[in-house]
C-alpha cells in the first residue's frame, strides 16, 4: 500500500515505516543483511533504521572511505515526531559516527518483535566456516558447484575480519586465475568444469552421529562436514579439507584426516 505522506505504491520513507510499527507492523532483524524488516499480513518492508545507518557508518571508518551519502533527505523523520529520535535520527547518527562522534540519538521505541538471528542458510553457514580466523584477504568461488558467486574475505584497517558475498551477472561465472567474472568458454583451466545450469540443491541433512549440538564432524575424506547444530552436510572449496580442531576449511596439506 502507498504511505500516507509519501502517496507511492511499494515505498515508504522512515519516519511512514517508524508510524506504521507503531500501529502494530512487526519489526524484525536480518543478521546476514544488518538491516530491519517489518511486517503485517501481505505487507512488508526493508528499511534502514539507526541501528543498521550505525552500522554502514562504522563499517565507512573501518575502510577509510571518504563518506557516505543519503538518496534524499525528506526521507528521514526530518521533524523528529514520528519515530521518537529526534530530527533527522538517520543522518545525524551517519554523521556522528563518521565525524567520530558518539550518535546523537538512540532508538528509544521498543518494537514488537525484535530478533537478532536470521533464519540461518547454507550460504551464510559456508561462508562463516571459510572466513573464520582468515588474517589476509583471500577469495572463496566454485562453492558446491555454484560458480556464480562467490566469497570475499576482506581484513579492515583495525584487524577485524568481514566477509562480502558476491554474485556474477548471469550468464557470467567467476574465475579464480583472473579474479573476476568471465564467460565460461574464457576459463583458462579446461579441468574446470563449471556450468550456470547446474544449482546444487539447499544441503542434505546429514546421518552424521552429532552427539554435541556444538560439534562440527568431517566425512571419511575431510572434505565435507557436518554442523551439528543444523545437522546439515557442507563442502569445503577446492584443495582445502575440514580442520575438525578450529572447525573451518583449510589447506588439505594441513590436515590430518583421521577416524
Known sequence: PAGQYTGESGFLSYYEVCQKIKEGWVREWSNEHQVPYAHSGSGWVGYDDTESIAAKANYVNEMNLGGAMFWAMDLDDFRGNKCDEGKFPLINTAKDIVNGKQPSTRPTTTPTTSTTTAIPTDQTNIAAFYCQNTLEKQIYANVSNNCQSYYECLITPSGKQITVSRTCPTPLIYAEDKKKCVKEKELSDVNIKCSTNLKIPAAPISSANCWDPSASIPDTQCRF?????????????????FERNIKRCVPKNNVQCWW
Open 225 to 241: 562436514f557436518t554442523d551439528c547444530s543444523t545437522k546439515r552436510r557442507y563442502e569445503c572449496p577446492p584443495e582445502t579439507s
